[in-house]
Every structure is written in C-alpha cells, then in structure tokens.
C-alpha cells in the first residue's frame, strides 16, 4: 500500500468517525471508520519504513569513464 492510498483510507476513516452521523442497520459506521484509520495509519507508517530504508540501485561515488591526471 502507497503513502497516497494510507491517507486515503485515514481520511475516509475520519470523516466515518467524527463527519458521518447516519444509522445503518447492521453495521456501525463509527467502527468501520476506525478501523479504516488505524489500517490507514499503520499503512502509512509502514511506507515511510521501507521507503526510507530502500536505497535505490544508484553507485555514487564510483565513475569509471572518469580520468584523473596529477
């Protein structure tokens, strides 16, 4: 799951929590939105986790064409 889709689901789950006052039978919303927000949460955090610690598969620091004359 991407960082965009994570605050998607935190955003959809907020606004199920605090901005939906609505009465369905058979499910609680204020529930559904909460656990959309943690998922959402944990989502996010976990992107920045590996996002962060990927590398990429760059060489800095080694150029072979380079020549250096002293």
Not at 3 to 27: E, K, M, N, P, Y
Not at 33 to 54: D, E
């Amino acid at each position: 799951m991407g960082i965009g889709a994570s605050l998607l689901l935190i955003a959809v789950g907020a606004i199920l929590i605090w901005a939906v006052d609505v009465t369905v039978s058979g499910i609680e919303l204020t529930t559904v939105g909460w656990i959309l927000l943690v998922v959402g949460a944990i989502g996010a955090l976990l992107s920045l986790i590996f996002w962060s610690s990927w590398g990429g598969y760059s060489r800095r620091g080694v150029r072979e064409d380079e020549v250096v004359y002293r």
